[in-house]
C-alpha cells in the first residue's frame, strides 16, 4: 500500500472512531475541552448508593515558561456520600496527573534545545465510569518537543474506591485465569474486521495484541464492558490514531471475578 494510500487510510480511521465513539459508548459522556465549566459526567455512567447522581467538578493546571506551556485538566469528585473516600480518590488522581506532568518536565530538563520552540503539553480528560466503590478516567494527551508532529497519546486511571488503590487489569478476572490470551484473540478479531485484509496492518496487530499482560494494561472501565486503547504506533502507524477495542462483560463473564472491583456490574 502506497504512503498516500495509508494516509488516506489513517484519516478515514480517525474520523470513524470519532462516529463509533459515539454509536457505540453512548455512555461514555465526552471529552472535556480545555477551558469549558460544564461537567464531564454522563449520568448513565454515575451511580450513587443514595440514588442521587455522583458529580465532579474539572480541575486545571495551566503553567507557561519560556521553555514550554501546560494546560492540563482532571476531574475531582464533589459528592460522594464517604467523604474520606472521596478525599482519598481525588488525591489518588490528582497525584497520578502531577506525576505525569513531572515526566514532561524532566524530558524537556534532559533535551538540548534548539530555537525558539515553546515544548507543551495538553490534557483533557473523560470519565467513563464513576460510582461509590470504582472510578475509571481516561486522559487524552498531546505533547510537543519540536519533532516531526506532536505526540498524540491516551492513558487510563482505574481506581478501586473500596480499598483505596489502583485497578490492574489482572484485578477483574478470576485467579488463574489466562486473560492475556483471551484478550488478545478478541483484540484480534476485533481490530482484523476494522481494518480488513491488509497485509501491512496485521502484522501491526498481530505485534501489537501479544498476549501479554503488558499489551492490554491500557484499559478502561464502563458500567457494563471492558474498553481497550491502543496509542498510535501499538497496532497501526501514527496517521490511524488511537485504536478502541470495546469488550462487552456479558463476552467475558465467565472468566470476570464478580467481587471486588466489578462487584455488582457483572
Known sequence: MSDKNLLLLGIAAIIATMVLSYVLFPGLGRFVPVNENSDALNPANQR????????TQKKEIIKET???????????????????AREKTNKAIEKFVLNHIAKFEKQILSEERAGDFQDYLQIQYLVMFLSESLVSISFSGSEDFGGAHPSSYLMTF???????????LSDIFKQGTDYPGIISNICREKLSA?????EALKSWVEEGTK????SFE??????????????????????????????TFDEIKQYLN?????????
Open 211 to 214: 498476549p501479554e499482560a503488558d
Open 158 to 168: 482505574n481506581y478501586d474506591i473500596s480499598t483505596d488503590r489502583e485497578i490492574k
Open 48 to 55: 450513587a448508593s443514595a440514588g442521587d447522581v455522583l458529580t
Open 194 to 198: 476494522q481494518f480488513g485484509d491488509d
Open 66 to 84: 519560556p521553555d514550554y506551556s501546560e494546560n492540563v485538566s482532571y476531574p475531582e469528585i464533589v459528592n460522594m456520600q464517604d467523604a474520606d
Open 218 to 247: 491500557n484499559f478502561g472501565l464502563t458500567g457494563n464492558s471492558l474498553v481497550v486503547f491502543f496509542n498510535p504506533y501499538e497496532v497501526g502507524p501514527y496517521a490511524m490514531g488511537i485504536q478502541t477495542v470495546e469488550i
Open 258 to 266: 464478580a467481587g471486588g472491583a466489578l462487584e455488582g456490574l457483572i
